[in-house]
């Protein structure tokens, strides 16, 4: 078995969805000319229900199978990122400011294929639910979709997304079981002292070196309080502070991320950084003010879907492109949140090897929607077979 027959027949039409897409990118939960446009392309297949508003701007659609039967969410992304594009290409961003930058466009696209070709066939039971998903990039909105109910609302069991991957092969699918992404947390150090004419530093307290200080102190935390075997990352990312060079400015600011897997760590980690602020805060007679965000949950995939979508994708491009011992990234993804409330698995799909997502230079590769597209399908064909 390869890619579908009927969706590599309409793979023009799903380049020109793409691009239209690409070329009008919005941001966070203000998705709603993306989701304008999925509804029409819905509304066209024949979809039997379709549910607007959702998380502001998200979609849930359903097509119903013939007779009883599982019932499966397959999950999009459809939101842009806040960056100028570069790519040169005719479908570039005509929204100053804004892109594609992540493959979105590709993913919204890819699902839309595989509703299409589902609509048409109907050679499947139970249902299946398309969430078409707002804010991936911002403050989760899968995690907004999963509080509105709509894993109960529409009864999904299982639910699974595809991720474009421009660091492999064009076609080649990975994954692996357990966490695959990291937890995100984000946090803000504000450090307080009084400020004066550079001059006289003896009439100042000077915020700089405790701030100085206390970056540098994060770095232990990886390297002398976690094991060599656990993933963790702690990264500073932004230091600010003064406005002239003979100014002793009254306030720092030390902004970053942690990435971790493991809940003992991540709460370890976030200890570390508040007991080292303080602690240099102490010494330095400044006032310390740490702002923790904890965002997206580990990206966790469950085993016996992992296992199962590891063999469709194998049906769709064989078992030499499925690569199912995939090293976990530190990056994140808010499909942990419907991970935590339904069994499932996220996959990576080659694109080809080239400008990684967030760059101003990526653009998604439009030779492998018919691929994912088909994926899906067949993963519905085959849980969903008929009796």
């Known amino acids: 078995m390869a890619v579908v027959n009927r969706i590599a027949g309409f793979s023009d039409d799903l380049k020109e969805w793409r691009r239209h897409l690409h070329m009008n990118p919005e941001l966070g939960l203000d998705c709603h000319r993306t989701a304008s446009f999925v509804v029409d392309r819905l509304k066209e297949f024949g979809v039997d229900e379709i549910h607007e508003g959702i998380a502001s701007s998200g979609v849930v659609a359903v097509i119903h199978g013939v007779g009883h039967g599982p019932v499966t969410g397959l999950r999009a992304d459809m939101d842009a990122l806040p960056m100028e594009e570069k790519t040169g290409a005719e479908w570039a961003s005509t929204v100053p400011g804004r892109m594609h930058a992540c493959g979105h466009d590709g993913h919204t696209t890819m ?6 070709y ?27 979709m999963v509080e509105e109910g709509i894993m109960d609302r529409f009864g999904v069991e299982e639910v699974y997304a595809l991720h474009t991957d421009p660091f492999n092969d064009e076609g080649v699918f990975s994954t692996c079981t357990g966490g695959l992404m990291a937890a995100v947390d984000d946090w803000t150090i504000r450090v307080t002292g009084v400020g004066g004419h550079g001059a006289y530093p003896h009439a100042c307290v000077d915020p700089i070196p405790p701030a100085l200080t206390i970056a540098q102190g994060l770095q232990t935390i990886v390297a002398r309080n976690t094991p060599a075997s656990e993933p963790l990352v702690i990264s500073v990312t932004q230091f600010h502070s003064g406005s002239a060079s003979n100014i002793i400015p009254d306030a720092a600011m030390i902004n970053g991320t942690t990435r971790s897997f493991s809940p003992e760590l991540r709460d370890m980690a976030e200890e570390r950084i508040r007991a080292i602020s ?22 966790v995939n469950h085993a016996n879907q992992t296992n199962f979508a590891a063999t469709i994708a194998a049906s769709v491009v064989g078992e030499a492109k499925v690569d199912t011992n995939m090293t976990p990234e530190m990056g994140a993804e808010d499909f942990s949140y419907m991970l935590e409330a339904r069994p499932g698995s996220f996959l990576f799909l080659g694109q080809g090897k080239g400008a990684s997502v967030h760059h101003p230079e990526f653009d998604f590769n439009d030779d492998v929607a018919p691929v994912g597209a ?11 077979a008929l009796k």
């Open 111 to 116: 699902l839309l294929g595989a509703a299409r």
């Open 374 to 384: 088909s994926f899906f399908a067949r993963l519905i064909e085959t849980r969903h």
């Open 118 to 144: 589902l609509s048409e066939t109907r050679n499947f039971s139970g249902k299946v639910v398309l969430i078409f998903q707002p804010a991936e990039e911002t403050i989760g909105g899968g995690r907004i």
């Open 278 to 299: 303080r602690a240099q805060a102490s010494a330095y007679g400044v006032q310390v003010d740490v702002d923790y965000d904890r965002s997206y949950p580990a990206t």
